[in-house]
């Protein structure tokens, strides 16, 4: 194809963003993490070039939890495997589809992550997800450059006339004559609901704020949340391991809804949408099954408002083979840190989950073949976060604004990390500033992925100058 692209050069930079407050989930608690950032310069067959940007959370905690090595360890790699994909994509590649860049380059990583995990911790490999975490700022960068390049929108470049293979190439035969362009909206919805993180040591209640609180100007508590963006639909973390601290969380965090809709007579939802993220915490399915029980004993109404459960048990699916099918009766479960490919997808689908989630961070490469083959399937899918920031925010507000996900987005950065926005908020304040519930997306928009570049003073500069200082700092370049 004319539109294909060959890849010249992807420089990587890293930018160090700290929590306005801890985010927890699962066993693990977030403070301070690097983003990611990489920019590709590519060709068409045009002989045109071009420059494509991406971002992505470097989250080990979250992408390996349990290892050997330390968290700083786990962290310096991920960092490093960036930096060797992006020398992998550039290494004596042809011309091609940006899919078919990362679908033909996908063993290349798997071996730098072998490679790179038998110098820190020999006999123990870093999960693929977190592979895939790590290559995800030169996977969007690929994308947005190949958008660049042909002065189009990327989202209209995943079908017959862009593409010079069907899906069958990666996925079998029953995928001939299939595209991504069969599950992709022709044009950004215009607003989109966001879901709103609840995290472990959220605070719900004003009431319940220390007089020490933070006095930045953004709310310190649920309800304030509430108040000032309106927001319905709320993801609530649990324990997993405490039956009655979960089942009091969820409960409160609908009557924190009700009572300050009530309050403040806002015009919002008359119910919210809540979704319960175990994050693999509990043991066996039977404790989900127990959870949803009660919960509907105990408060039928938190109960209808729930809308599914998200991942509960371990992420290798293998492990037990646990049959889901007694939560995805009452409700549906998610399977999301145990999905890095398609099979796991089937895998998924034979132990009785009920849908996918959906995550930028698993590059977008690997999330259009999942969203086909999950469309293909009828199986429903969430488009949810990684506490995404900056261009990593639009990256995930976008794919979900080009699908057709349960009910919305999860949009977490503007709680956790807002001074990472910061940059980004002069060209796309309908993503930084929640109003009614909703990102509004209409500044998504123009070639490549709808970033915008251009429009933020001082982007490439504030970048460069922020990786230097960062790896001036890291103490194996000391």
């Keep these: 194809m004319i539109t294909d692209i060959k890849v010249h050069e992807v420089q990587t930079f890293l930018v160090p963003a700290a929590c306005r407050t801890p985010l927890s989930f699962g066993a693990v ?7 990611g950032y990489a920019s590709a310069t590519v060709e068409n067959r045009a002989g045109e070039v071009a420059t494509g940007w991406g971002a992505m959370f470097l989250m080990d905690l979250w992408a390996w939890p ?36 990362f679908l033909d380059r996908e063993e290349d990583l798997r071996r730098a992550n072998r490679e790179l995990c038998d110098r820190l911790t020999p006999g123990e490999e870093m999960p693929f997800l977190g592979a895939l975490v790590a290559a995800s700022p030169v996977d969007h960068a690929l994308h947005d450059a190949f958008g660049n390049v042909n002065g189009m929108d990327s989202y209209l470049g995943y079908g017959p006339d862009h593409m010079s293979f069907d899906l069958s190439r990666y996925l079998g035969r029953e995928f001939a004559a299939v595209y991504p362009s069969q599950f992709l909206r022709e044009a950004y919805s215009p607003q989109i609901p966001i879901f709103h993180l609840v995290g472990g040591l959220d605070i719900l209640r004003r009431t319940g704020v220390p007089e020490e609180h933070l006095e930045d100007g953004l709310p310190n508590s649920l309800e304030e949340w509430i108040e000032r963006d309106g927001v319905f639909c709320l993801k609530v973390k649990l324990r997993g391991k405490d039956m009655d601290w979960d089942l009091e969380r969820t409960i409160a965090v609908s009557q924190v809804y009700h009572d300050t809709r009530g309050a403040t007579k806002q015009d919002l939802a008359e119910s919210p949408f809540l979704t319960a993220d175990f994050n693999e915490q509990c043991e066996s399915p039977d404790y989900v099954t127990e959870y949803l029980g009660r919960l509907r004993e105990q408060s039928p109404a938190a109960f209808s408002e729930l809308l599914y459960i998200e991942q509960p ?12 099918r007694g939560i995805s009766d009452p409700k549906p479960v998610l399977v999301d840190e145990s999905l890095t490919s398609v099979d796991d997808l089937r895998l998924a689908v034979e132990l009785g989950w009920s849908g996918i989630a959906l995550k930028s961070c698993k590059c977008l490469s690997s999330d259009l073949m999942l969203l086909c083959a999950a469309e293909q399937a009828g199986i429903p899918y969430a488009i ?31 709680q956790f990390f807002p001074q990472a926005n910061h940059l980004i908020g002069k060209a796309h304040s309908g993503l930084c500033e929640i109003r009614d519930g909703y990102a509004r997306t209409a500044s998504i928009s123009g070639t490549g992925l709808g970033f915008q570049i251009e429009h933020m003073r001082g982007f490439t500069n504030y970048v460069q100058e922020a990786d230097a200082v960062f790896r001036g700092a890291r103490p194996d370049n000391e």
């Excluded at 048990?313 to 889901?324: G, I, K, Q, S, V």
Aim: negative net charge; aromatic residues 4%.
């Design 29 to 35: 608690v977030v403070e301070e993490l690097p983003i």
């Design 66 to 101: 349990s290892s050997r090595a330390s968290h700083e360890q786990k962290n310096k790699l991920m960092c490093d495997l960036l930096e060797a994909y992006a020398h992998a994509v550039t290494d004596g590649g042809d011309f091609a589809h940006p899919l078919a860049v």
């Design 313 to 324: 048990t371990e992420r290798d699916l293998l492990a037990h083979r646990w049959d889901m």
């Design 384 to 414: 949810q976060d990684l506490t995404n920031p900056s261009l990593a925010l639009i990256e995930s507000v976008g794919l979900a604004a080009r699908t057709d996900p349960i009910k919305g987005v999860e949009t977490n950065s503007r």
